[in-house]
């Protein structure tokens, strides 16, 4: 599974002016974080805070934070994508 860190390392995005990019992943991004399935995401989110913080105190809400952030980002890019799919990008 490829992970996706920011609009410059996505496919749909590659041959795209950077100002058009960011501005095209803005979008996306938008609309994907009203898809279902996000806010399953933010509850694994604050799951994984509020377990870290019961075990290990605020250092371990951080990590489980951290941990639940980067779930929560993945599972955003992967709907970003689909929008950006669906927007006709990568154009050929």
């Known amino acids: 599974m490829s992970m996706y860190w920011s609009y410059k390392s ?4 590659k041959d795209i002016e950077v100002s058009e990019a960011r501005k095209l992943f803005k979008q ?5 974080s009203k ?3 996000t806010g399953k995401a933010v509850a694994v989110l604050g799951f994984c805070a509020g377990i870290g913080t019961m ?6 809400g951080g990590i489980g934070g951290g941990i639940g952030g980067a779930y929560y980002g993945q ?3 992967s709907k970003t994508r689909e929008v950006l799919q669906e927007m006709g990008y990568p154009r050929s």
């Not at 996505?10 to 995005?13: D, I």
């Not at 996306?28 to 994907?32: E, L, N, S």
């Not at 075990?55 to 371990?60: D, K, R």
């Open 75 to 77: 599972v955003l890019m």
């Open 35 to 37: 898809r279902p399935g």
């Open 28 to 32: 996306a991004w938008k609309i994907a």
């Open 10 to 13: 996505l496919p749909e995005l």
């Open 55 to 60: 075990l290990f105190g605020p250092i371990g």
